[in-house]
């Protein structure tokens, strides 16, 4: 049964949405401590709301050191929820440690394609293939899966699978090693005689010709290339946006591109549709997910709070999505309904002056700065 990703929009809440206009000048008093835990939360999309390539913007560790104590301690639940990824989860939070000048745990990472996780018990002793650029087959690895093997590792095992291999100039960190002659390889697993079990799109793939050439090949022989077997292994993508804001001043294709060509192609060459499961935000799952992270998130805040050991009891008043794609980020808080309130940046894919007209966020504002300023100050009114 395909998945494909859409879900109704619920029903808009009983207040209208806020436009946020410039100030020349604005408070950042701090939140004043309490004796309680936080009753609010906040998700952070990262690429056009935190960064622009590796580069902040908005404000953002201004905005982001707010929510910290003197010590440097977390003093307010948060974490950042992006369709992005392609590296581990500890090595995202340590990078952005670095680039925002404060502590990140990896707890507080939530990407693309953390939830395949939850297939573990599934394919933990399978093989399984994984593509996207940066280090796909090691992201599954940490995640306990047993038998992965990159795409591109996978398809150099089988001779002449890529037809135009030889004309492309550019290498990978990979191919530049051990890879860079196929014939003195000794697969790590019998990949020329056992099937893949499933298929994941971890990141935005690099080689998109080649990687819809392999899939095709695996998905349509029932997981060994070159044989017949019409049962498809499963397909999982990290994640479905069609766009999103990287370095280039102007919008990317993303994963949902990618997965939207992989489409066209094997139904024109196949009698059977593909069958594909799709994660990331808007996906409801993702934003229950996130919930739960941030209760046991808010379990460690401010060291003065009375904790009744039980997490759960203290449900939150609100959760704030950040986010800079009304068709992903705010599309994605609509859905999941209470606690969560969408607020929607004008750094990224969102430009307008006024509010998205298929899917208006809660609040409107310039920058991630001013939606930190607004929450601080909306919470310690209430």
């Known amino acids: 049964m395909r998945f494909r990703a859409a879900f109704r929009v619920c029903e808009s809440r009983n207040r209208a949405p806020l436009l946020l206009q410039p100030q020349a000048s604005r408070s950042f008093s701090q939140l004043p401590l309490s004796s309680q835990r936080p009753s609010f939360g906040i998700a952070f999309d990262i690429d056009g709301v935190i960064l622009r390539g590796r580069v902040p913007i908005g404000g953002s560790p201004q905005a982001l050191r707010r929510l ?33 000048g404060v502590h990140i745990l990896p707890s507080q990472v939530v990407q693309g394609h953390s939830p395949f996780k939850t297939l573990l018990k599934r394919f933990e002793n399978e093989l399984i293939i994984a593509t996207g650029k940066g280090e796909p087959a090691v992201v599954m690895s940490e995640y306990g899966f047993k038998k992965v093997l990159s795409l591109e590792e996978y398809a150099s095992y ?105 489409e066209s192609v094997f139904n024109r060459i196949r009698c059977n549709a593909l069958e594909y499961v799709s994660f990331g935000k808007p996906n409801p799952f993702v934003f229950k997910n996130a919930e739960a992270i941030l209760r046991q998130l808010q379990s460690s805040c401010n060291d003065n709070a009375i904790d009744n050991g039980d997490v759960g009891s203290n449900p939150f008043k609100t959760i704030y999505m950040i986010g800079d794609n009304p068709l992903v980020d705010i599309k994605g808080a609509r859905q999941a309904g209470h606690p969560w309130f969408s607020i929607l940046t004008r750094t990224g894919v969102f430009r307008g002056q006024d509010n998205h007209a298929e899917f208006p966020a809660d609040l409107v504002v310039d920058t991630v700065e001013e939606a930190v300023d607004y929450i601080l100050k909306e919470e310690s009114s209430s």
């Not at 003197?70 to 670095?98: Q, Y």
């Not at 990978?172 to 056992?194: C, F, H, I, R």
Request: charged share 20%; with cysteine.
């Open 158 to 262: 089988f001779e002449n699978i890529d037809p135009v291999s030889q004309y492309k100039m550019w290498t990978t960190k990979q191919e530049s090693g051990n890879m860079s002659d196929p014939k003195k390889l000794v697969p790590k697993y019998n990949a020329t005689s056992d099937r893949v079990k499933a298929a994941f799109v971890v990141s935005d793939p690099v080689d998109w010709g080649r990687d819809i050439q392999v899939l095709c090949d695996i998905l349509s022989s029932g997981g060994l290339p070159g044989h017949k077997n019409t049962q498809q292994p499963p397909l999982y993508f990290a994640a479905d946006d069609l766009e999103y804001q990287a370095a280039f001043p102007f919008e990317r294709l993303g994963m949902g591109a990618f997965r939207i060509a992989l």
């Open 68 to 100: 910290y104590g003197d010590s440097g301690a977390l003093k307010l639940p948060f974490l950042f929820l992006t369709n992005g990824g392609g590296v581990p989860e500890s090595r995202r939070a340590t990078e952005l440690s670095e680039l925002l």
